[in-house]
């Protein structure tokens, strides 16, 4: 990833920088060990989570930077 790109929040209108990952999983659609990440900021950190974890989908939130070093990125 170039030194100019800022991920954003995928809260919906938010232009925020993201700090958090939120991996999650539908089981009705995704093997179990696939993830699909949501990006948010401290703000809607906690609401992306609260609606993932209603419908039971969320599986991890991660800081930004530990999840990039996980992922190589």
């Known amino acids: ?5 800022t991920l954003v929040c995928s809260a919906k209108g938010c232009r925020e920088a993201a700090v958090w990952v ?3 999983n539908n089981p009705k659609v995704h093997t179990p060990e696939r993830r ?3 990006l948010a900021c401290g703000e809607h950190r906690e609401t992306l989570g609260q609606f993932l974890g209603v419908r ?3 599986k991890d939130v991660v800081a ?4 990039q ?5």
Do not use: I, P, Q
């Open 22 to 24: 939120l991996a999650w």
């Open 56 to 58: 039971g989908f969320l």
């Open 1 to 5: 990833m170039s030194e100019d790109t």
């Open 36 to 38: 699909k990440t949501w």
């Open 64 to 67: 930004l930077a530990e999840w």
């Open 69 to 73: 070093e996980r992922e190589g990125a």
